[in-house]
């Protein structure tokens, strides 16, 4: 035990340079705690299936496995220095927020919201006359009802050739000025929105109006990814087991490169670096041993 802690303690005095660096991410996923309260009093939908923390982790995985840098914010951050903002079920939105959406969405920014959005005010009060305007202007639709499936109750999505199961929640949604880029295949649902698109401005908003699993969400994002500059260009070839994470000056980046599993496992990176700990240097094929964690440094061009 001695050693490791003097172990630790003499990498850290090797790395003490990447000290005040800043992470540089253009991906924030919102967590909003009053919205966090109030849907887990809220009494319409089922206790076991709201998971609202879960839900947020699920987003965010797509982002650690394909080594994309991301922010959890709260619904006071400033969102403009972000491309792409997430805010999935954000039953509890005040209209500040929904004005803030608004202006990142019109200068250019990305904005994913889902199913149990915008039912209820900071007071906990449920607004009137429906899903509010700002929204359907922003999403550029309106949410008619949100169903809560039994536990068995299954339906699915087609996107593309693809087809993905939905589970939990199923949105009707009534277009307005967005398009429809995914559909829902069975019941009465058939053949009617469940995921759209809506220009705004500058930019886009997304509304994914069903649950789905990851492979859905992998899809979505992928997508977002390609159309944007969010894909980590130092990373040639991933692996969702290796986490590669980075720290920023303006004339340095640090690479933390993090194998996570118990075999060995090689990616390949955009240009050589050198390895703080061992003061040697590496090049685009990077091997680690089961749970190694390179610490990488990098010049800027």
């Known amino acids: 035990m001695f050693q490791d802690v003097k172990a630790v303690g003499e990498a850290l005095e090797k790395i003490k340079e990447i000290k005040g660096s800043y992470k540089a991410a253009k991906v924030a996923i919102l967590y909003d705690w009053e919205n966090n309260w109030a849907l887990n009093d809220a009494q319409g939908f089922s206790n076991a299936s709201k998971r609202y923390p879960q839900t947020l982790q699920e987003h965010y995985r797509y982002f650690w496995n394909h080594d994309i840098a991301v922010e959890v914010v709260t619904s006071e951050a400033d969102l403009s220095k972000y491309d792409l903002v997430i ?13 803030r959406f608004a202006s990142f969405v019109s200068q250019g920014g990305i904005l994913v919201s889902t199913y149990i959005t915008g039912y209820v005010n900071e007071n906990d009060l449920t607004y009137l006359g429906g899903w509010p305007q700002q929204l359907q202007e922003i999403f550029g639709i309106s949410v008619k009802e949100t169903d809560t499936l039994y536990p068995n109750d299954r339906n ?28 829902y295949e069975e019941d009465f649902y058939a ?16 509304f994914i109006g069903a649950r789905t699993g990851l492979d859905f969400l992998e899809v979505i994002y992928d997508q977002i990814a390609k159309e944007t500059t969010l894909a980590n260009s130092w990373v040639i070839k991933g692996d969702k087991e290796v986490s590669v994470q980075s720290r920023d000056f ?3 980046s640090y690479y933390f ?37 390179l610490l990488l440094k990098l010049k800027q061009n």
């Open 87 to 99: 805010a999935p079920m954000m039953y509890l939105i005040r209209e500040d927020v929904m004005a």
């Open 156 to 183: 699915q999505l087609r996107y593309g050739a693809q087809t993905f199961e939905v589970k939990d929640y199923c949105t009707i949604l009534e277009l307005g000025t967005a398009e429809s880029i995914v559909y």
């Open 191 to 206: 053949k009617t929105p469940a995921v759209t698109k809506n220009n705004y401005g500058q930019g886009q908003a997304y």
């Open 250 to 252: 303006d004339e340095e």
């Open 257 to 293: 490169v993090m194998n996570f599993s118990e075999s060995n496992k090689m990616i390949e990176v955009a240009s050589e670096s050198l390895d703080l700990i061992t003061n040697t240097s590496k090049d685009c094929q990077l091997e680690l041993k089961p749970y190694e964690v």
